[in-house]
């Protein structure tokens, strides 16, 4: 089993810039795919960025391409979410997952441990 905790989340003007953590617990991270999903109120879950258990293969969403990039450091057992160039349609609360031997998966059921979430909300 591992754990998820997120942070970084907070309030920011658009155009500026946040950085998630995902900080891991419990077994070996760099065994690990991760992603980053987003849930705004009201709509469901969707995909944000992955990277599969190896780093080879990341994967992002359109909406976030070329703004978005998605980081690991396997010694400190951390994923990180660089947001940049934000905009009020990126407000959710973000929440990373971890499947272990996993590909850059985009749908929810390819992961299996989930953090609780942390709010990022974008003011215009």
């Known amino acids: 089993q591992v754990q998820l905790v997120e942070s970084g989340g907070g309030l920011v003007q658009a155009g500026g810039s946040l950085r998630l953590s995902c900080a891991a617990s419990?077994?070996?991270?760099?065994?690990?795919?991760m992603g980053w999903f987003r849930q705004a109120p009201g709509k469901e879950r969707e995909f944000v960025a992955a990277?599969?258990?190896?780093?080879?293969?990341?994967s992002y969403a359109d909406s976030v391409k070329g703004r978005f990039t998605i980081s690991r450091d396997n010694a400190k057992n951390t994923g990180y979410l660089q947001m940049d160039s934000l905009k009020p349609e990126d407000t959710a609360v973000y929440y990373c997952?971890?499947?272990?031997?996993?590909?850059?998966?985009?749908?929810?059921?390819?992961?299996?441990?989930w953090g609780q979430g942390t709010q990022v909300t974008v003011s215009s």
């Open positions: 997952a971890a499947r272990s031997w996993g590909s850059a998966g985009t749908k929810t059921n390819e992961y299996d441990h």
């Open positions: 990277f599969s258990w190896s780093g080879v293969r990341i």
């Open positions: 419990g077994r070996a991270f760099s065994n690990y795919a």
